[in-house]
């Protein structure tokens, strides 16, 4: 009974990286997303050009494009954040990394700034998957059902980790 208690992890909440309308990661116009060949999650069609840190933890990757960044949390939740669909075609134009891989970061930090516009000229979509890449160490993972998301406010997913 005391070893159960003792070994009780505890929720995480995953606030919104960006500011913007939420959907379903089902909705992705891309089978990788949408058929969650990398992991469970949700999207973000957004509003602003910025990107910031959901958790407290570690930058695990960063595309050289900027297009995309991983981010492992201290419980070790690793979380895909991919800006746009099919952006690794910019080849880095637009993208400003605010972060290097292996910097620390706090919720809410900024990790990339990106000019929306041009997303919305040279890729196939903004709609920025943000997806749990290691879903085999989650014990538990509810999305929450919110249209809007606030920039580091709105949580986005709650889950325990095994």
């Known amino acids: 009974m005391l070893e159960r208690l003792f070994s009780r992890k505890k929720e995480e909440v995953i606030k919104a990286p960006l500011q913007g309308k939420i959907i379903k990661i089902e909705e992705v116009?891309?089978?990788?997303?949408?058929e969650k060949m990398i992991g469970e999650g949700v999207a973000i069609i957004p509003s602003?050009?910025?990107?910031?840190?959901?958790?407290?933890?570690?930058?695990?990757?960063?595309?050289?494009?900027?297009?995309?960044?991983?981010?492992?949390?201290?419980?070790?939740?690793?979380?895909?954040?991919?800006?746009?669909?099919?952006?690794?075609?910019?080849?880095g134009e637009g993208f400003t990394a605010n972060v290097k891989q292996g910097d620390k970061v706090n919720?809410?930090?900024?990790?990339i700034?990106?000019?929306?516009?041009?997303?919305?000229?040279k890729a196939k979509s903004v709609i920025t998957p943000i997806v749990v890449t290691n879903g085999d160490q989650i014990d538990y993972l509810e999305m929450e059902n919110h249209e809007e998301a606030k920039l580091n406010e709105t949580p986005v997913m709650k889950l325990r980790m095994k």
């Open 113 to 121: 700034d990106f000019s929306l516009e041009l997303v919305k000229e």
């Open 107 to 111: 919720a809410g930090d900024s990790l």
């Open 48 to 91: 602003e050009g910025n990107v910031v840190s959901p958790v407290k933890g570690e930058i695990i990757q960063l595309f050289p494009t900027k297009h995309a960044i991983g981010i492992r949390s201290e419980s070790g939740l690793e979380i895909l954040i991919h800006i746009g669909l099919e952006t690794v075609l910019m080849k």
């Open 29 to 34: 116009p891309d089978p990788t997303f949408s």
